[in-house]
């Protein structure tokens, strides 16, 4: 069951997510605005490092974007 990190394109809020299944169609949302505007971020980092890492900036200064 992978994890993929987000991150808000209107709060700058970045956060992991358990996605179960590809056929889990369910909308994904900014735990911290609501807002569904999100980006899936690559990650450099593995599962057990998690958000912690400081991998996640916002999206203006992230070489991903």
Known sequence: MPIFEFQCKSCQHCFEKLILSAENKEEISC???????????ISCVSAFDGAKSGFCKPAGNSPFS
């Open 31 to 41: 735990p911290k605005c609501g807002s569904a505007e999100v980006s899936k971020l």
